[in-house]
């Protein structure tokens, strides 16, 4: 009698860095940060450029020698983080997500929310987001040169806070990306979503290649004084500046 053997399928992600201790990207944990490889947006000033593109880098880490880290790490680290790129991007993210979870280690994910579909079916799994809101809904296409449409990003966004998930929905500023009056939309479009905690970050040179961005002079107090501060405080009342 024939017997069937089924060989365990491996987990195919493909990433593009590994990060084995990080202390910052995930609020009060300690973790390893995991990046993938890919992401069409092409924001001007992403401080991961060489992770865009979704070709494979020959000296990329593998993931079975991650989840060797992971059994290695056990108890000594919270959880293990998913970034990139775009992490939601990947077609192997949900197993990725799932082996982890089963060593034992809490998810962070980090993400534009750029893939609902993607995101709706992993965030059962997830214990922490950080979603990263780019612009006013009216704005979106002044940050990010991909089409995407909007609608993909409001979808994750209305899933993210219909979960039992934890997160932080935080923006990165630009004076020459962003005007006061946009920052005053995005705290308007958080508000009709019920959001009450936003972390703002100023723009960091690290990694940007944009010249118009790194050579342009940033004046974050053009956009966001004291009195513009206030008036977003009226309809998101906890926010943090980074
Ligand atoms: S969404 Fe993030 S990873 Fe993608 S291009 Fe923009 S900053 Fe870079």
Not at 28 to 57: D, E, K, M, T
Not at 88 to 96: H, I, Q, R, S, Y
Not at 122 to 145: C, E, R
Not at 183 to 197: F, K, P, R, S
Request: glycine share 6%; with cysteine; aromatic share 10%.
């Amino acid at each position: 009698m024939r017997t069937n053997t089924t060989t365990p399928q491996r987990t195919a992600i493909q990433l593009g860095g590994f990060v084995p201790f990080s202390a910052s990207d995930y609020p009060n944990h300690l973790v390893c940060v995991a990046f993938i490889q890919g992401c069409n947006w092409r924001c001007g000033y992403c401080h991961n450029p060489h992770l865009q593109s979704r070709q494979p880098h020959p000296m990329a880490p593998q993931w079975a020698d991650i989840t060797d880290f992971l059994q290695q790490r056990q108890g000594l680290l919270d959880a293990i983080v998913f970034s990139g790129g775009e992490p939601t991007m990947d077609p192997g993210l949900p197993a990725a997500i799932l082996e982890a979870k089963s060593i034992g280690f809490k998810i962070g994910l980090h993400t534009t929310g750029a893939y609902p579909n993607r995101f709706k079916e992993i965030l059962p799994h997830i214990d922490w987001v950080g979603f990263d809101l780019k612009s006013s809904w009216a704005h979106y296409h002044d940050v990010i040169l991909h089409q995407q449409p909007i609608e993909m990003v409001q979808r994750s966004l209305a899933l993210l806070l219909d979960s039992h998930c934890d997160y932080e929905i935080r923006s990165t500023l630009h004076s020459g990306l962003h005007q006061p009056e946009h920052l005053l939309e995005m705290a308007q479009n958080l508000a009709a979503y019920g959001v009450q905690d936003w972390v703002i970050q100023n723009f960091r040179t690290d990694g940007c290649i944009d010249p118009e961005l790194l050579y342009a002079p940033h004046e974050p107090q053009k956009i966001l004084n004291e009195d513009v501060l206030q008036t977003l405080k009226a309809y998101v009342p906890n926010i943090q500046i980074r």
